[in-house]
């Protein structure tokens, strides 16, 4: 039941994809975080999936913008654009108002957090609950937080991944950095243009990352390999090659490494009682890069802890979003009982 007579929801605004929760329904959408605009008079012209399907396939009138960048707002105007423009999508009217949970990453400056907030009010939001990215997937994904007891989770989205040790509500020693899926789609594209000398797009090293892409490369997996078209760079005509999943784990391993090292800093940086309790019960990951076949074992080889995924990786922010709604109506009743 709304709060007030409002919806309430949840929203996951990341670089990749933003996903909205509304509450006692469950994720109500999930749309790519991309804009289509003119570029002669800079309009908007689509959003999301209908946004996607003109992504290397329009005109030089048109251009396809991220608004999002690592994990951040670089466009303003047409990151409240979208916002809106989803949100209405979501509860399948005009809105006035509903209050909403927002995760953001957790070492987004006071500037850049104070962007976020300025962005929802100025579709209409007022009330809104701002949560760390890590805070909200630990929820998600069903930890016990609230505990005195020590569980780390690791949420690689698209454009950064936040690391947090969380012990008694609270984050007690995190980190987050600008690599994530996107970095890997940007490292496969430059080994394919510098090794096969061919001129891809995004959507296709996210193709090839999916097909053939391995944290964990070993010999068994030299056979693999996958057929793709793109732009030969000396005649500049089109070209089928084969690609090769050793030279797509070299590409990404620029990606896992230093991944791989924010966590050990993490892990370095925690009092020895929770990093025990770490130990004990293990690395949680989550987020659309944890899909990467074998980061797991990655993970688990170089650092020796359990590492764990999450059943359902890309939804997991949202849902611990989703659960914080309660902790508005809470606030709210507070804030009531101390006016009387």
Do not use: W
Not at 100 to 128: F, H, L, Q, Y
Not at 185 to 200: F, G, P
Not at 243 to 250: F, K, L, Q, S
Request: glycine content about 8%; proline content about 4%; aromatic content about 4%.
């Amino acid at each position: 039941m709304a709060f007030f007579g409002k919806q309430r929801l949840g929203i996951d605004l990341g670089t990749a994809n933003t996903l909205i929760y509304i509450e006692n329904k469950g994720i109500a959408l999930r749309e790519p975080s991309i804009v289509a605009i003119k570029k002669d008079t800079k309009e908007a012209v689509a959003f999301g999936k209908e946004a996607e399907q003109l992504v290397g396939r329009t005109s030089d009138n048109y251009e396809i913008i991220r608004p999002m960048k690592d994990g951040v707002i670089a466009n303003f105007s047409l990151t409240k654009q979208m916002l809106a423009h989803f949100i209405k999508k979501a509860i399948h009217r005009s809105f006035t108002g509903p209050d909403v949970v927002i995760c953001v990453p957790s070492n987004i400056t006071k500037v850049e957090r104070r962007a976020v907030i300025d962005a929802i009010k100025d579709i209409g939001i007022r009330k809104a609950l701002i949560v760390d990215e890590p805070f909200a997937a630990a929820l998600g994904a069903n930890l016990a937080i609230y505990e005195p007891r020590g569980k780390m989770v690791v949420d690689i989205g698209g454009g950064t991944t936040d690391i947090a040790v969380i012990s008694y509500g609270e984050i007690v020693k995190g980190n987050a950095i600008v690599y994530g899926g996107h970095k890997m789609n940007e490292a496969i594209l430059d080994y394919v243009r510098d090794r096969y000398q061919l001129v891809i797009g995004m959507q296709t090293a996210e193709e090839i990352k999916l097909a053939i892409g391995n944290a964990n490369f070993t010999k068994d997996d030299e056979k693999d390999h996958r057929v793709i078209k793109g732009r030969n760079i000396a005649t500049g005509l089109p070209e089928e090659k084969i690609v090769r999943a050793n030279v797509i784990a070299e590409a990404i391993d620029e990606v896992i490494n230093p991944i791989v090292t924010a966590i050990k800093q993490v892990l370095e940086e925690t009092p020895p009682e929770l990093a025990v309790d770490v130990l004990e019960s293990g690395i949680v990951i989550t987020g659309g890069g944890s899909l990467l076949r074998r980061l797991p074992e990655r993970i688990q080889r170089e650092i020796g802890i359990p590492v764990h995924l999450v059943q359902v990786p890309l939804d997991t922010v949202v849902v611990g979003a989703g659960r914080l709604l309660k902790e508005m109506e809470n606030q709210a009743r507070l804030a009531e009982r101390d006016r009387r």
